[in-house]
């Protein structure tokens, strides 16, 4: 089968370890489905795994890619009888827990320490034409949600649903403050938060973003500087914001803390700028900030999700989408950070419909 995969690791120049190219085809393990991947998007992991930087040691050759939506093709030994039939059209889950610690079974496997992601370790990525999904990841996707839609749904708009409405607890009227407005995270927090009735406040180094963001939904954008600080204090009445979702790190630390309202929350997903900023634990204790971490999402929060694309409440925004054949270009836009909107690699022939939109 064809597929995408780091043919080796390249720290400095992550594309020059992309390949495409054959790749054995996959037979599911027990308790395993093989799904047709139909559209898969692209995430920063995928450069991070390029650059030999993952979770898990990375030992080329590493089929690429986190997320997946397509058919269910087939089942290895021992299915689950709740499993969706063949030629069910599906989403996957990205995440896999060991299933056999506590955490996996009493509570919730994205608790799992031996938690991975397709493209991790053992677990082969879905930039491929058939990837193997433990049968409990898949989630069926309604008439209404396309693949190209439901393939951006996974990793970037499951972290930001998590973010904003389990752990922010973000409510209708509330105002959040989104880091780096133009990354898969921001962008997926902004649709969110808007089709929530939550005002959203974004921030960016780069005017265009800005514009972009407020394109997109959001109430304001500002820069990143001190004076950007005190913009976001006047926009809430000197309050500062219910919750702040930062996936950039030591760039923003400052700004989260001083913008965030007593009492209001800071949520990390990411770290992009750096993982160690002046902590300022007098600011934190003194202003009775809550400083939250979040990674991926529960199963039962893809659902939701997928019901919110179903219901016609969030469109996810696509930027381009190109055939696996055509996947470093793809992988060029994302390394360059530009453009906006999810990178969606279509497989075989194209399904259903084109580039998606912001939602009207
Ligand atoms: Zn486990």
Redesign the pocket.
């Known amino acids: 089968m064809l597929a995408a995969y780091a043919a080796r690791t390249d720290r400095n120049d992550p594309l020059a370890a992309l390949e495409v190219g054959e790749r054995p085809q996959p037979s599911p393990p027990p308790g395993w489905a093989l799904l047709r991947v139909a559209a898969a998007s692209l995430n920063h992991h995928d450069l991070w795994t390029l650059r030999g930087i993952s979770s898990r040691p990375v030992k080329p050759p590493q089929i690429l890619g986190c997320d997946a939506a397509g058919v269910v093709a087939g089942y290895g030994p021992d299915r689950p009888v709740d499993a969706p039939a063949e030629g069910t059209r599906v989403v996957a889950h990205s995440g896999i827990?060991?299933?056999?610690?506590a955490?996996?079974r009493d509570v919730e496997?994205l608790f799992?320490?031996?938690?991975g992601m397709f493209s991790e370790g053992p677990y082969q990525g879905t930039l491929a034409e058939y990837v193997p999904v433990p049968a409990g990841n898949l989630v069926p996707l309604p008439a209404s949600v396309g693949f190209v839609e439901a393939a951006c749904l996974p990793t970037a708009y499951l972290t930001a649903y998590r973010m904003l409405f389990v752990r922010a607890g973000v409510r209708p009227g509330d105002t959040v403050l989104v880091h780096g407005a133009a990354g898969g995270v921001a962008t997926a927090s902004i649709l969110l938060a808007r089709a929530a009735g939550v005002s959203v406040i974004a921030t960016s180094r780069d005017e265009g973003k800005r514009a972009a963001a407020v394109e997109l939904g959001a109430a304001a954008a500002v820069g990143t500087d001190r004076d950007a600080v005190k913009q976001v204090l006047g926009m809430t009445g000197g309050r500062g914001v219910d919750a702040v979702i930062d996936t950039v790190g030591e760039a923003t630390w400052e700004f989260s803390l001083r913008a965030v309202r007593i009492d209001g929350t800071v949520v990390v997903a990411g770290a992009t700028s750096g993982a160690n900023p002046g902590a300022q634990l007098n600011r934190v204790f003194w202003r009775h900030t809550r400083v939250l971490g979040s990674t991926m999402g529960t199963r039962g929060e893809l659902e939701k999700l997928v019901g919110l694309c179903g219901g016609g409440v969030l469109r996810p925004l696509v930027g381009v989408v190109v055939p696996l054949e055509r996947v470093r270009e793809g992988f060029e836009r994302l390394a360059a950070g530009e453009g906006r909107g999810k990178v969606v690699v279509t497989m075989g022939q194209t399904y259903e419909q084109g580039p998606a939109t912001a939602p009207g």
């Open positions: 827990g060991c299933g056999a610690c955490a996996c496997p799992c320490r031996d938690f």
